[in-house]
């Protein structure tokens, strides 16, 4: 609520008769020329302003931008509202119900936890791919995921009818981000405020790295961990630094054979190796215009690919057009308009902001591409995929004979025009004890001669196995399934296949989700659905499934024959998310790819294929069919997408999207302002953060004694420290399960018992892709428990529970880009329930090393060009981190000195940089953490 107007900002917009308080931008020299980004969050400090966290300084500094200085001015952006989705959104319930207790402890009313901007939960994350290839498909996963989540989804109801202002869209409406863009997001947000309607920019922060979806509807905002979420939710603002804005200029039209898609993986290549790490990206330029809605809304989906904090287009035509198709009223749409104009946010082509840095793309150079096969900046032309993976394949064979005498034709063993289709029956029991165990070094170095695996299925299928095997081909993911250009193209490629003679092949698991209802609708009056569904892709669920690992056990004997003779076999989906150990634990290689190329590797069924001069098949006629012969026409797929989506469908399918089926709608729901925790609860339990905290806060002390837990080295993602698929018998998480009544088929994912601290610090650096550097040759979640004789090696959980016990604190040591990837809170939550106490990295990921700060972990970076490698260390030392008591005085040091002592006595020391950024994480840390801080904020209220 502001206080202060410095600079006379507020005044009155009327719209079609209506008034609304505004603060004009044009009070504050200098607004004019800024990026669009800017301007919005120019208008949140003059807002917002209060003379103590937001002054007029602050503005001056903003609307005075520099655009070729180095981010060093501290902004508090109080974004309008937030959004969840449930595998990040659980854990954030489960905290504020906690902070209520915790409150009235401190002798405080509980009810004053709650939200003070509006929140909205949709539950995406939980619906997972068991059943497939059959018409009943999305039932039954329907049914799986009710049975596995209905505890979760009950404490999600509670939650709803406790907290104000706080919704939930229950599971199968759709994904977070594509439910966000046709139907939550405001574009300019109205609230009453004192008595006033105020009509101001809509602007969020989310629970899900992809937030930045939104951007391409003009509305800022991006992921955060659910830790900062749950501050803003309860009026914290995010704090930050003005950011340098890249200015992405867009010309040309894309060519007959790209899509989206392949705009998308060229973008993120450009950007991830132009380095945009914690800078916003704005579209701009003549081409802008020419960018429909859903491509603006792929490109900003990918936002956390290319590592930038936000890629953001502006308001146009493009964007009143969206916003009426999709249902939004008419005065919705002219207080935008209207708004944008008066605002200076309405994108005007002829002019050029300022930017820090700049880019071009010429939309007519883009290729058809695919990204992979483990991270997605690694962009490869479609024409020379087949040579890329015979390349990367040496990097997943236990012998480099293996990837090069690899069996030219997969065809030649299982012709296409014989193969069977098993979209009339193929489903899969929900057995998840078939999860494989861990690849071992010794089990690759038994591995297997070149000669392709025969396997026979129990409903009569039989055909060979090789490398390269697509075991998996999803349409999946918020990304492209909110676009209906690369959907319909989808369909129309399935037409021309089928019509052609085509099938899938019988050894790839096949799927589509749509991101929402709306998807089906158009899918059904294009009149396509039978083609997809001939070819296997039969709807299995609406939500993230595959993209997020949710993609289900393979078949039990692919499975068996994929364990067996350690095969690097294949997924392609059409997601934004393609890390190792992410998409399915059989499957070490993935690749990203538009949903048309979903298909047409699903009738290749191998990624060690040429679409040009490799046969797809052959026809009724005995002819060869190649990718060229069934690629859908682009002026087709316009017709069918002008013919087959209309308002109605929107409004239609949002009209009642907040009520649920029958299963939602009949779940007991638990009533009162304070959770009743069950102590039986293997799902929801009260979290540790706040056991025996006081009033005040202890004095920050420096780390004494600490050893090493993990030594890691680039790119080791959120995934890798906090996965979020399933897990086996034999893990802590899995022992803890067991030991608490729970059968095997019944463990879910990590994902899932997020509000469960118990089963999520046994899952942390559990992923089966880790390679902690403390092990030779070891992956998974191992290291050294230097509490033992000897240093034996052992589960990191039950490791850190000795050092815990010993009262010795830990510290992760990594490289490069330390926490890349999902926005998962867990991954801090996880280390610090852990005992780790600092981690020191090469370089972070934006979102991580604000969550490591939130849970009161030090994030200390490697000086300069410096490494773990470069200042001798083994991992092995007793280290101690002096100097940060600095802190305990009101200020932060820039850096502190690390001593790391080897067993011989001898010592390794060197200044590493703090990454405590803003005096806002300063805070934080202080505290003890972002949670404890609130907390203790609304207890002195």
């Known amino acids: 609520m502001s206080t202060v107007d410095s600079f006379g900002a507020k005044g009155v917009l009327n719209v079609g008769g209506t008034e609304y308080e505004i603060f004009r931008l044009n009070s504050v020299e200098g607004a004019e020329s800024l990026p669009f980004s800017l301007k919005v969050l120019l208008e949140n400090l003059l807002r917002t302003e209060d003379g103590a966290n937001i002054t007029a300084d602050h503005i001056r500094a903003l609307a005075g931008w520099d655009e070729n200085a180095q981010p060093s001015t501290e902004i508090q952006f109080t974004p309008a509202r937030v959004i969840m989705q449930d595998f990040t959104g659980v854990p954030c319930v489960v905290d504020l119900a906690t902070m209520r207790e915790a409150v009235k402890e401190l002798g405080g009313d509980p009810t004053r936890v709650n939200p003070l901007a509006p929140a909205e939960l949709v539950i995406d994350h939980s619906v997972q791919i068991d059943v497939f290839g059959n018409a009943g498909a999305i039932e039954r996963n329907m049914e799986i995921e009710y049975q596995r989540n209905g505890e979760r989804y009950q404490f999600l109801r509670w939650g709803q009818s406790a907290f104000e202002d706080f919704k939930v869209v229950p599971p199968g409406m759709g994904i977070v981000h594509q439910v966000n863009i046709e139907y939550l997001a405001r574009t300019v947000m109205?609230?009453?405020?004192?008595?006033?309607?105020?009509?101001?920019?809509?602007?969020?922060?989310?629970?899900?790295?992809?937030?930045?979806?939104?951007?391409?509807?003009?509305?800022?905002?991006?992921?955060?961990?659910?830790?900062?979420?749950?501050?803003?939710?309860?009026?914290?603002?995010?704090?930050?630094?003005?950011?340098?804005?890249?200015?992405?200029?867009?010309?040309?039209?894309?060519?007959?054979?790209?899509?989206?898609?392949?705009?998308?993986?060229?973008?993120?290549?450009?950007?991830?190796?132009?380095?945009?790490?914690?800078?916003?990206?704005?579209?701009?330029?003549?081409?802008?215009?020419?960018?429909?809605?859903?491509n603006r809304a792929t490109i900003g989906n990918m936002s956390p690919e290319f590592g930038s904090t936000a890629a953001i287009f502006p308001i146009d035509d493009v964007t009143l057009d969206y916003l009426r198709l999709t249902g939004r009223s008419e005065e919705n749409v002219a207080l935008v308009e209207a708004y944008a104009k008066e605002?200076?946010?309405?994108?005007?082509?002829?002019?050029?902001?300022?930017?820090?840095?700049?880019?071009?793309?010429?939309?007519?150079?883009?290729?058809?591409?695919?990204?992979?096969?483990?991270?997605?900046?690694?962009?490869?032309?479609?024409?020379?995929?087949?040579?890329?993976?015979?390349?990367?394949?040496?990097?997943?064979?236990?012998?480099?004979?293996?990837?090069?005498?690899?069996?030219?034709?997969?065809?030649?063993?299982?012709?296409?025009?014989?193969?069977?289709?098993?979209?009339?029956?193929?489903?899969?029991?929900?057995?998840?004890?078939?999860?494989?165990?861990?690849?071992?070094?010794?089990?690759?170095?038994?591995?297997?001669?070149?000669?392709?695996?025969?396997?026979?299925?129990?409903?009569?299928?039989?055909?060979?196995?090789?490398?390269?095997?697509?075991?998996?081909?999803?349409?999946?993911?918020?990304?492209?399934?909110?676009?209906?250009?690369?959907?319909?193209?989808?369909?129309v490629l399935a037409r021309n296949a089928v019509e052609k003679g085509l099938v899938s092949k019988p050894w790839v698991k096949t799927s589509v989700a749509p991101g929402s209802k709306v998807v089906t609708d158009y899918y059904e009056k294009s009149?396509?659905?039978?083609?997809?569904?001939?070819?296997?892709?039969?709807?299995?669920?609406?939500?993230?499934?595959?993209?997020?690992?949710?993609?289900?056990?393979?078949?039990?004997?692919?499975?068996?024959?994929?364990?067996?003779?350690?095969?690097?076999?294949?997924?392609?989906?059409?997601?934004?998310?393609?890390?190792?150990?992410?998409?399915?634990?059989?499957?070490?290689?993935?690749?990203?790819?538009?949903?048309?190329?979903?298909?047409a590797y699903a009738l290749a069924g191998s990624m060690d294929f040429d679409f040009e001069s490799d046969p797809l098949g052959k026809d009724q006629d005995g002819n060869d069919v190649f990718l060229k012969d069934i690629w859908p026409n682009p002026n087709e797929v316009q017709q069918v997408m002008d013919a087959s989506i209309d308002q109605d469908m929107f409004t239609k399918s949002y009209a009642t999207i907040f009520d649920g089926d029958e299963r939602w709608q009949s779940l007991p729901t638990p009533t009162g302002d304070t959770f009743e925790w069950a102590e039986d609860s293997t799902y929801v339990r009260k979290p540790p953060y706040f056991e025996g905290m006081k009033a005040q806060p202890e004095p920050v002390a420096d780390i004494d004694g600490a050893r090493v837990l993990l030594k890691l080295g680039d790119s080791v993602t959120t995934d890798h420290i906090s996965p979020a698929g399933s897990f086996k018998s034999d893990t802590p998480a899995g022992q803890y399960l067991l030991a608490h009544g729970v059968e095997r088929k019944d463990f879910n994912s990590y994902g899932s018992r997020r509000g469960n601290h118990e089963v999520m610090i046994r899952g942390t650096f559990a992923n089966i892709r880790i390679k902690n550097q403390l092990l030779d040759g070891v992956e998974g979640g191992f290291t050294k428990d230097f509490t033992q004789d000897g240093a034996p090696q052992a589960y990191v959980y039950d490791a850190a529970m000795n050092y815990q016990k010993a009262g010795t604190p830990l510290v992760v040591i990594a490289g490069k880009e330390y926490g890349s990837g999902s926005s998962r809170?867990?991954?801090?939550?996880?280390?610090?329930?852990?005992?780790?106490?600092?981690?020191?990295?090469?370089?972070y990921e934006r979102i991580h090393r604000s969550n490591l700060i939130g849970m009161g972990v030090l994030p200390l970076q490697f000086p300069e060009g410096e490494s773990a490698a470069s200042v001798g260390l083994t991992g092995n030392e007793v280290f101690s981190i002096q100097g940060i008591t600095a802190l305990n005085d009101g200020t932060t040091p820039s850096t502190v000195k690390v001593t790391a002592t080897a067993e011989d006595g001898s010592e390794v020391s060197f200044d590493a940089v703090v990454r405590i950024d803003t005096p806002g994480e300063a805070d934080y840390y202080r505290n003890g953490g972002i949670l404890q801080y609130v907390l203790r904020q609304i207890s002195a209220r």
């Open 190 to 294: 109205t609230r009453e405020v004192e008595g006033t309607l105020r009509a101001y920019p809509d602007t969020l922060v989310g629970t899900d790295s992809h937030t930045t979806m939104v951007n391409g509807l003009g509305v800022l905002g991006w992921g955060v961990g659910g830790i900062e979420a749950e501050a803003a939710m309860l009026g914290q603002p995010v704090s930050m630094l003005i950011p340098r804005v890249v200015g992405f200029r867009l010309s040309g039209e894309i060519p007959a054979g790209a899509t989206a898609t392949d705009v998308v993986l060229t973008i993120t290549e450009m950007l991830r190796k132009h380095g945009v790490v914690g800078k916003f990206v704005e579209f701009y330029g003549e081409g802008v215009a020419a960018v429909p809605l859903a």
């Open 343 to 491: 605002q200076g946010l309405w994108h005007d082509a002829s002019r050029e902001p300022r930017f820090s840095e700049y880019l071009e793309l010429d939309l007519s150079t883009v290729v058809p591409s695919i990204a992979g096969p483990k991270r997605p900046q690694d962009r490869i032309v479609l024409t020379e995929a087949k040579d890329e993976f015979r390349n990367d394949l040496l990097n997943y064979v236990a012998h480099e004979a293996d990837a090069g005498s690899l069996d030219e034709s997969l065809e030649e063993s299982f012709p296409a025009s014989d193969a069977p289709s098993f979209t009339t029956g193929a489903s899969h029991v929900t057995d998840s004890d078939r999860v494989p165990p861990v690849y071992s070094a010794a089990h690759g170095a038994a591995g297997r001669t070149s000669n392709p695996v025969s396997v026979s299925m129990e409903d009569g299928r039989k055909f060979d196995l090789d490398h390269g095997a697509v075991t998996i081909a999803s349409i999946t993911s918020c990304t492209n399934t909110s676009n209906p250009s690369v959907m319909l193209a989808a369909a």
């Open 527 to 599: 009149g396509l659905v039978p083609y997809l569904e001939k070819l296997g892709f039969y709807t299995g669920g609406y939500g993230c499934t595959t993209c997020i690992g949710n993609s289900g056990p393979l078949e039990a004997e692919i499975s068996e024959a994929i364990q067996s003779n350690d095969l690097a076999v294949t997924a392609v989906l059409s997601g934004n998310r393609n890390f190792e150990g992410r998409i399915n634990p059989d499957v070490k290689m993935n690749y990203l790819a538009s949903p048309p190329l979903v298909i």
């Open 825 to 843: 809170d867990w991954a801090a939550k996880g280390t610090a329930l852990l005992g780790v106490k600092a981690v020191i990295a090469e370089s």
